[in-house]
């Protein structure tokens, strides 16, 4: 009887000792939170920090504790106090980004809640991308994979204060031909436009009038510098012979490079025969003569353009067929046109930024 006592008497002893010490770290807990709130409202206030690396506690005066680098350790984060933060995506789509902009820019703000706001400096961990520091905002330095896309991010300010939020997003593609039909200008150097259209079956972009000058470019790309363009690019139909091509480094449309490729030989009467040209202020100059390379009718052509610094590379159909170094033209956007041609196609394209 008195060893079956003895045993309750312990087991009790056990639990009560448990009990004070739950009790104890709600208490402590609550008491934190108590600190920050009046820490957020009263900035000179001297509230206990934690050391993030020595794990050591100090008094110190909230506007001294700003330094206090990301809460690594988890067991010495704060939640319940601040409020979840708000992920932003730019550019952000409900279903499509195309060309370079699967590379975004993302950032987590702090949002406020139960009259606790956070204390800087902000740091934040993240995961579901291919980042590894602690800044919150991170500016084109992600890019997402195709398909789905889950991020986390756990916010945390000086005061260890910390709030998780998670989103998903989902990146497919959108021909970025028919976004340049859609959405780009269509612009003319001279007289009427080529009335381009798009093939959604074979998504194919095309001229259909024999015009002057007629293409497409992005005036919001007109800061881009270094990239790579690939595409593919053909006369058919009609009887014609003159140039087809691409401009890229297009500043506005006095302002770029561009590339073509016609049907004739030297005798020919266009104006702009095979070859990589510049145009400054609208004067347009030869850099390098591809005569007697020219386009074949129904026949598909490879290209590839790169720009990098002062570098200027051009490859047709898997041959280099232009070096050379200008800096006449140091950024902008890129598009296809026609001069004095129809039925000049357009697929596959595909930007790759550097």
Known sequence: MIRKFTRSSEGNVVGYILVIAMALAIGYKFFLHLQLRAASS??????????????????????????????????KQIHGVLTSPIIKISPESDEYFYSYNDQVSIEAIPASGDGYVAKKPISCKWSGINYSGTSCQIESAVKLKVGDNHIEVTLCDSRRACAKQEKNIYLGYRDPLLVIHDEWDNYVLKGDSGEWKYDDKEKIIYSTKNVDWSGYWNPKDAELTDYEINFNMRVYKDGDDDSIGFTFRMKDTKNFYFFTLDNRDLNGGTTYHSGLYKSVNGTKTRLVNLLPIKWERNNWNAVKIKVKGNHIQVWLDG???????????PKGGYGPFSYSQAYAQYKDLKVTIQ
Not at 46 to 59: C, L, M
């Open 42 to 75: 009263v900035e000179d206030h001297t509230v206990a920090t934690v050391d993030s690396v020595s794990g050591s506690s100090s008094q110190e005066s909230v506007s001294q504790s700003v330094s206090r680098s990301y809460v690594m350790d988890e067991s």
């Open 319 to 329: 041959s280099l067929v232009a070096d050379v170094t200008d800096a006449s033209n």
